[in-house]
C-alpha cells in the first residue's frame, strides 16, 4: 500500500503563506463572523479589565489610589517580590492544591457513578436525577446547617455512623488535618453540575456499540473501559479542566463554612482565593492582590497546559477537525 | 450488529467516516433499564433511596425551618413543632414577628420579578451566543483558532475579584456618556444593564462546554447539508443545535441558576430597591433584622425568603432535566 | 407549521424581556445630586429604633432631600463608590473600619462640627472615631460585654453564685470545671465557662486583665507579644483544654442555637460567659423566665472591664453636603433621638407584651435618661437587674486605639489564637508571630 519512494513534490508556499492564505477563505470569515459577539465582549469587558490588573499589579494601587487622594506609581516588582516573602502566600497555595487533588478527581468519579447509578433507575430516573442535582442549587445558609448535621465531632452523623462501626471520627471541623477533607467533601457532595453533563455524554453514546460488545462476549468492566470511557472522554476533559480551574479558586465554600460570622477561621481553611479577597477588601491592598490573581493565572495555566497535554491521549471526538 | 463478524470496539484513535445511520435507527435510544435480578435491583433502590436522604437534608431544613416561627429557626428539629405562615399577612409592626411580604420598603414580590426576567434574558443570550462561538471552534478551520480558544481558557483563570474595580469603572464610563447623550436610554451604574448585557457575548465556560458537544457531531452531517448547498448559518441552525441540544439545554439551566443566585453584581451595581434581584434583596432584610445591629432577628423571614429564592430553580430543573434524554439523536457510527 | 410558531413565541417573549428591561431601567435614570440632598450609605431602612431615629433626623433636617438607600455599609460597595468618584455624602461604618479609612485620608476630620457635642458621648467610644488627634465623626451604638450566669447550672451544680467571678483566676478554674457536663462517651454537653477567647472581644479583654494593652495609645505600636498577652492566652487554652478540649468545646458549642427559644440558657448548655450587650434583647424575647444574673467581668482587683464594639458616622472627602451630613449625624444620635425612639419601642414593647432591655448606645446622656425616665419593670426580676448592671458597665468600657493596620492586627490575633487552641504553636510562638505581622501592616499603612 505505501511507497517507499520519497515523494518527489516541488516544494509548496511556506508555511506562513499558507498561513497567510487561510484568511482569504470564505470558512475564515464566516468563523469569525460566528465568534465576533465573544471577541467583543473579550475586548471591551474582560481582556481590558485584566490588563488593567495586571497594570495594578507592579504599582501601588490600594485605598488612596482608588479614592483618588494619592496618585497611582509604579513599584515596579515590589508586590511580586512580596508574594516570595509572605508565608501565608506558600500556605494558602498549599492548601489549594492539596484540596484541588482531592476534589477534582473524587468529583468527577463520585458525579460518574451517580451518573451511571441514575441510568439504572428505570422510570424513577427523573425524580432521583433532580433529588441528586439539588445539592448543588443548596443556598450557602442550609449548607452550613449540613456542615454541622454531618460533620460535627460529637453529634455528626458521620462520626456517630462511624462509631457504630468502632472508628473514631475525627472533629472534622476544628482539627486542622481533617478541615481541608470535610471541605471535599461537601463540595463531592454538591457534584449535581458535574453529575448533569456527565450524564448528558452518557445518554450520547450510541446502544448499538453497547450491543454489538455485549454480543461479542466482552465483560462489563471491558464495555465500561473501551466504549463508555472514550465515548464521554471529551465530557471528561471539559469537567477535569473546568473542575481544576475552579478548585484553584475555591472560595464560597470554605468562607461560608469558616470565615462567615461566628467562623474560626482556621488557617488550614485559608484558601488562595480567600487570602486574596481579604488583601483586596479587607487591607485594600489592591496591587498586592493583583499580583495574587496573576500569580494564581500562571499556575492555572500551567496546569491547563499540562491537563490538555495529557488529555491529547484520551480524549476521543467523533467528528470535526482536531 | 456485526457485519461479516469482523465488528471491533471502537479504539481511542480516530476511525474512518461511516454512512449515515437511517430515521428508524436514529430513533432508537438508549434507555435506562433494571436489573433484572433482586439483589441487584435493592441494592440499587438502597443506593438510591441513602442518597436521596443525604442530598435532600439541607433542602428539607430549609422548607422546615421557612415555616417555624421566629426563635424556632434554628432549632434543627425535622418537622416545625409549631406551624408558621410567614410568607404574608397583614403587617404588625415591630417588634412582632415579620412577614415575608408585608415588610414595609422592601417590594419582595418585585425583586423576585426582577430575578425572573434577568436571569431567563441573560441565559436566553449566552445560550445562543455561546452556542454560535462553540459551533465556530468546533467546525470550522481558521487561522488563530488555537490561540483565541486559548484566550478562552485563559479568561477563566483570573479570579475576579481583581477585575471587579475596572469593570465597575467601564460601566460607570458608559454610564455618563449615555447621561450626556440622553437621546441613549440610560446603561450604567445603577441601572439593570450590566447584570444582562455581558451574557451577549457568550461565556468561556459554555463555550467551552458546547464546543466539546458540537465536536462529537461527525462532519459527514455538515458536509452533506453543504453540498446540498446550505449556508453556514442554517446549517449551524438546523444540524448543530439540534443535535447539541443536551447541551444547550444544560448552558441554560446553569446561566438560570448563576444569574438567580448571584449576589455580587447586583450589589455593587445596584443602588435603587425598585431595581433589586432576589438575594440582594434577602441580604437586605438580613441586615435589617439582624439581631447583632440591633434587630429582632426575624430570620423566619430570611429562610422563606431562600426557600422562594430555592424552589423555583428545583422546579425549573425537574421540568427540564427530561428533556436531556428526549432531545438526543444518535450520533456516530453505524452498527 | 408548530416549529415556527413556537420560535415566533420565543422571539416575542424575548422582545418582551427585553422591553421591561428598558423600561425598569428607565426608571433608575434621574440621579441628582444638587446641594440641598444628602446621600447616605449604611443606614438603610432597618428596626424600630432605626427608622424612628431617621424620622427625627430628617424632621430637624427640614427642607433636605435625605436618601437612605437600603444596605449596610459593605467594604466592597464603598469602595466602587469611591473609585467612580460617586462618593456618598455621610457613612455609618463600624468603628474599627474608621481608623483605616482616616489613615488613608478617604475621610473628613469633623472636629469643629463635633466639638460642641462631644461632652455627650462616650469616652472609649469617641476615642475610636478619633485618628491622629482630629475627630472623624460621632458613635453610635455600643455593644459592652457583661457576664451571663445561668443559675440553674449553678444550682444544678451546687455552687454558689459568688463563684462566677473573674477576680481569683484559680477560683474561676475551679468553678468552670465544677460545672462542665460530660456524658458516658466523653462528649461535652455542659461547658462551664466559655472564655470567649476566639471572639473579637476576648483576647482584648483578657490582656487587660492582666494589666497590658494590645496596642499603643496613638495605635502606631503593636503590643501583641507583651508577657501579659502571653500570660492570657495561656490562661484562657489551658482553661478551655481543663474542659473537655478545644475540639469537643467547639463542636459541642456549633449545636448550640444561640439566638432562638432553646438558647444554651434554656437548655442548659453553659454555666458563665461574658457576653456582648445585644443578646440580652434576645433572651428576653425567646425566654424570658430564664433564669440568668449579669454581672461584671472584673480585672484581678474586682475593677469591671468592658469593651465596647459598634458602629460610627462619617464624612468622606468627596462629600458633596459636609454640612448637611455634620447636622444629620449629630441629630440622629442626640440625646432627643435615642429618646423618641426608645419611648416608641417601649410602648410597642408593653402593648405586645414583649419586652424592653433598654438601648445601648454610645451617648451616655441618653442611656441615663433612657433608664431613667423611659425603662419600666417587665415583671421579670432578673431582666430588671441585667439591664442596670449593663448601664453601670458601660462606664467602664474601653476599645481599641484606631490604628492604620487595626485590621490586619485583629486578623493576626484571630490566627494566633486558632494556631494555639488547634495546638499547633504555643502561645509564645503564636503571638510573637502576630506581633510581626501586625507591626508590619502598621508600618506599612502609616
Redesign the interface.
Known amino acids: 500500500m505505501t511507497s517507499v519512494a520519497v515523494n518527489k513534490v516541488a516544494p509548496g508556499p511556506s508555511r506562513a503563506r499558507r498561513w497567510l492564505s487561510g484568511f482569504r477563505e470564505r470558512e475564515t470569515w464566516v468563523a469569525y463572523l460566528f465568534i465576533f459577539p465573544w471577541i467583543f465582549g473579550l475586548v471591551v469587558l474582560t481582556v481590558g479589565p485584566m490588563l488593567f490588573s495586571l497594570y495594578y499589579s507592579f504599582t501601588n494601587y490600594g485605598l488612596q489610589q482608588i479614592a483618588g487622594i494619592e496618585p497611582t506609581k509604579g513599584v515596579g516588582f515590589k508586590n511580586y517580590n512580596a508574594l516570595l516573602d509572605d508565608p501565608k502566600i506558600t500556605s494558602s497555595l498549599k492548601n489549594t492544591f492539596t484540596y484541588t487533588v482531592m476534589m477534582v478527581p473524587g468529583k468527577i468519579v463520585f458525579a460518574l457513578l451517580l451518573a451511571m447509578l441514575l441510568m439504572r433507575a428505570g422510570r424513577a430516573a427523573g425524580a432521583f436525577r433532580t433529588i441528586f442535582y439539588v445539592p448543588h442549587i443548596t443556598p450557602p445558609v442550609a449548607i452550613g446547617v449540613m456542615l454541622i448535621f454531618l460533620f460535627n465531632g460529637q453529634v455528626g452523623i458521620v462520626n456517630r455512623g462511624l462509631g457504630l462501626i468502632g472508628i473514631q471520627g475525627p472533629y472534622w471541623t476544628t482539627d486542622p488535618h481533617w478541615i481541608k477533607v470535610s471541605i471535599v467533601l461537601m463540595d463531592i457532595w454538591a457534584c449535581g453540575g458535574t453529575m448533569v453533563i456527565l450524564l448528558a455524554a452518557l445518554y450520547g453514546v450510541p446502544q448499538h456499540l453497547y450491543e454489538a460488545a455485549a454480543m461479542d462476549g466482552a465483560p462489563a468492566w471491558r464495555r465500561f473501559k473501551d466504549i463508555t470511557l472514550p465515548m464521554i472522554s471529551p465530557a471528561l476533559f471539559f469537567c477535569f479542566i473546568i473542575l481544576t480551574l475552579a478548585g484553584l479558586q475555591q472560595f464560597t465554600q470554605a468562607y461560608t463554612a469558616f470565615y462567615g460570622a461566628g467562623g474560626t477561621q482556621p488557617e488550614a481553611a485559608l484558601f488562595y482565593s480567600i487570602y486574596l479577597f481579604r488583601q483586596a477588601f479587607e487591607f485594600f491592598n489592591m496591587g498586592f492582590a493583583s499580583a495574587m490573581a496573576w500569580l494564581l493565572f500562571a499556575i492555572s495555566m500551567v496546569v491547563t497546559l499540562v491537563n490538555i497535554g495529557v488529555s491529547r491521549r484520551f480524549v476521543f471526538y467523533q467528528g470535526s477537525a482536531r | 450488529?456485526?457485519r461479516g463478524g469482523q465488528?471491533t470496539?471502537?479504539?481511542?484513535?480516530?476511525g474512518a467516516a461511516q454512512p449515515l445511520p437511517t430515521v428508524t435507527?436514529a430513533r432508537?435510544?438508549?434507555r435506562?433499564?433494571?436489573?433484572s435480578s433482586w439483589p441487584r435491583k435493592l441494592v440499587?433502590v438502597l443506593?438510591?433511596v441513602g442518597?436521596?436522604i443525604?442530598?435532600?437534608?439541607?433542602?428539607e431544613?430549609?422548607a422546615a425551618a421557612a415555616f417555624k416561627p421566629r426563635?424556632?429557626?434554628?432549632?434543627?428539629t425535622f418537622l416545625p413543632h409549631n406551624w408558621t405562615w410567614n410568607f404574608s399577612g397583614k403587617y404588625v409592626?415591630?417588634?412582632?414577628p415579620q412577614k415575608l411580604f408585608a415588610i414595609?420598603?422592601?417590594a419582595v414580590g418585585h425583586w423576585m420579578w426582577?430575578s425572573v426576567?434577568?436571569s431567563?434574558?441573560g441565559a436566553?443570550l449566552t445560550t445562543f451566543?455561546?452556542a454560535?462561538?462553540a459551533?465556530?471552534?468546533?467546525?470550522?478551520?481558521?487561522?488563530l483558532?488555537n490561540f483565541?480558544f486559548g484566550?478562552?481558557?485563559?479568561?477563566?483563570?483570573?479570579?475576579g475579584?481583581?477585575?471587579?474595580?475596572?469593570?465597575?469603572?467601564?460601566w460607570?464610563e458608559v454610564g455618563k456618556f449615555t447621561m450626556d447623550h440622553s437621546v441613549l436610554?440610560?446603561?450604567g451604574?445603577?441601572?439593570?444593564?450590566p447584570l444582562?448585557v455581558?451574557n451577549?457575548?457568550?461565556s468561556a465556560?459554555y463555550?467551552?462546554?458546547q464546543r466539546?458537544?458540537?465536536?462529537?457531531?461527525?462532519?459527514?452531517?455538515f458536509e452533506a447539508a453543504r453540498m446540498d448547498g446550505d449556508s453556514?448559518f442554517s446549517m449551524?441552525r438546523r444540524i448543530a443545535l439540534p443535535l447539541a441540544k443536551?447541551?444547550l439545554i444544560?448552558t441554560f439551566?446553569?446561566e438560570i441558576?448563576a444569574k438567580w443566585?448571584d449576589l455580587?453584581t447586583p450589589?455593587?451595581y445596584l443602588?435603587?430597591?425598585?431595581?433589586?434581584t432576589a438575594p440582594l434583596g434577602m441580604?437586605?432584610l438580613f441586615?435589617?433584622?439582624n439581631?447583632?445591629?440591633?434587630?429582632?432577628?426575624d430570620?423566619q423571614v430570611?429562610?422563606a425568603g431562600?426557600l422562594l429564592?430555592?424552589l423555583p430553580?428545583?422546579i425549573l430543573?425537574?421540568a427540564f432535566?427530561?428533556y436531556?434524554?428526549r432531545g438526543?439523536a444518535?450520533?456516530?457510527?453505524?452498527? | 407549521m408548530e416549529g415556527q410558531r413556537k420560535r415566533l413565541a420565543v422571539v416575542l417573549a424575548l422582545v418582551a424581556v427585553v422591553a421591561a428591561a428598558i423600561a425598569g431601567s428607565a426608571i433608575a435614570r434621574t440621579d441628582g445630586t444638587y446641594a440641598g440632598t444628602l446621600n447616605i450609605y449604611g443606614y438603610g431602612p432597618g428596626d424600630d429604633v432605626q427608622n424612628n431615629r431617621a424620622a427625627y433626623a430628617a424632621d430637624q433636617l427640614n427642607g433636605v432631600d435625605v436618601k437612605r438607600p437600603a444596605g449596610d455599609f459593605d467594604d466592597k460597595v464603598f469602595l466602587t463608590r469611591l473609585a467612580s468618584g460617586d462618593v456618598p455624602d455621610l457613612v455609618r461604618m463600624t468603628r474599627p473600619r474608621v481608623a483605616q479609612y482616616a489613615a488613608k485620608g478617604v475621610l473628613q476630620a469633623m472636629d469643629a462640627c463635633v466639638a460642641p457635642v462631644k461632652k455627650q458621648y462616650r469616652v472609649g467610644a469617641m476615642r475610636s472615631m478619633t485618628y491622629k488627634g482630629h475627630v472623624y465623626g460621632v458613635p453610635e451604638f455600643t455593644n459592652q460585654v457583661t457576664m451571663i450566669v445561668n443559675q440553674s447550672a449553678f444550682r444544678d451544680a451546687g455552687v454558689p453564685i459568688s463563684a462566677a467571678q473573674t477576680k481569683n483566676l484559680k477560683a474561676l478554674t475551679a468553678t468552670a470545671k465544677k460545672l462542665t457536663k460530660m456524658d458516658s462517651s466523653g462528649n461535652v454537653t455542659r461547658i462551664g465557662f466559655d472564655p470567649k477567647i476566639d471572639s473579637g472581644f476576648g483576647f482584648y479583654m483578657w490582656v487587660k486583665w492582666f494589666g497590658a494593652d494590645v496596642i499603643s495609645k496613638n495605635g502606631l505600636q503593636a503590643r501583641l507579644n507583651s508577657p501579659q498577652a502571653i500570660q492570657a492566652l495561656t490562661y484562657t487554652s489551658n482553661l478551655i483544654k481543663a474542659q473537655g478540649g478545644w475540639n469537643k468545646f467547639k463542636a459541642f458549642r456549633d449545636t448550640w442555637d444561640f439566638f432562638g427559644r432553646q438558647n444554651p440558657l434554656v437548655k442548659d448548655q453553659v454555666g458563665f460567659w461574658p457576653m456582648e450587650s445585644f443578646i440580652y434583647n434576645q433572651f428576653s424575647n425567646n425566654s424570658p423566665n430564664v433564669d440568668l444574673v449579669a454581672k461584671f467581668f472584673t480585672n484581678r482587683k474586682g475593677g469591671p472591664i468592658t469593651m465596647f464594639s459598634g458602629n460610627g458616622w462619617v464624612v468622606p472627602k468627596g462629600s458633596k453636603n459636609k454640612d448637611d451630613a455634620c447636622r444629620y449625624m449629630k441629630a440622629v444620635t442626640s440625646v432627643q433621638a435615642w429618646l423618641t425612639a426608645a419611648k416608641k419601642r417601649f410602648d410597642a414593647r408593653r402593648a405586645s407584651g414583649a419586652t424592653f432591655t433598654g438601648l445601648y448606645t454610645a451617648n451616655a446622656q441618653a442611656d441615663q435618661r433612657i433608664y431613667n425616665d423611659i425603662y419600666q419593670s417587665f415583671g421579670h426580676p432578673q431582666f430588671d437587674k441585667a439591664v442596670q448592671t449593663l448601664v453601670h458597665a458601660a462606664k467602664y468600657g474601653f476599645e481599641l486605639p484606631p490604628s492604620p493596620g487595626g485590621q490586619q492586627l485583629q486578623q493576626s490575633v484571630t490566627d494566633a489564637v486558632n494556631r494555639v487552641l488547634a495546638g499547633q504553636q504555643s502561645p509564645k510562638q503564636a503571638l510573637n508571630q502576630a506581633q510581626r505581622e501586625a507591626q508590619k501592616a502598621i508600618n506599612d499603612n502609616k
Open positions: 450488529m456485526t465488528e470496539l471502537p479504539t481511542v484513535t480516530a435507527e432508537r435510544r438508549w435506562p433499564r433494571l436489573p440499587i443506593l438510591l442518597l436521596s443525604l442530598f435532600l437534608y439541607p433542602f431544613w430549609l426563635g424556632e429557626t434554628f432549632d434543627n409592626p415591630s417588634p412582632a414595609p420598603d422592601a426582577n426576567w434577568i431567563c434574558l436566553a451566543t455561546s454560535m462561538v459551533f465556530a471552534f468546533a467546525y470550522f478551520r481558521f487561522p483558532r483565541f484566550v478562552l481558557l485563559a479568561t477563566m483563570m483570573l479570579p475579584e481583581v477585575t471587579m474595580i475596572p469593570v465597575y469603572l467601564l460607570n436610554p440610560h446603561i451604574t445603577n441601572t439593570q444593564y444582562w455581558p451577549a457575548f457568550g465556560f463555550i467551552f462546554l466539546q458537544f458540537f465536536m462529537g457531531i461527525p462532519r459527514d452531517y453556514y449551524f443536551p447541551a444544560v439551566i446553569f441558576q443566585f455580587l450589589l455593587i443602588r435603587d430597591q425598585t431595581l433589586f441580604k437586605i441586615d435589617r433584622f439581631n447583632v445591629g440591633g434587630g429582632e432577628g430570620f430570611i429562610m431562600t429564592l430555592v430553580m428545583v430543573f425537574g432535566q427530561k436531556f434524554i438526543i444518535v450520533q456516530g457510527r453505524k452498527g
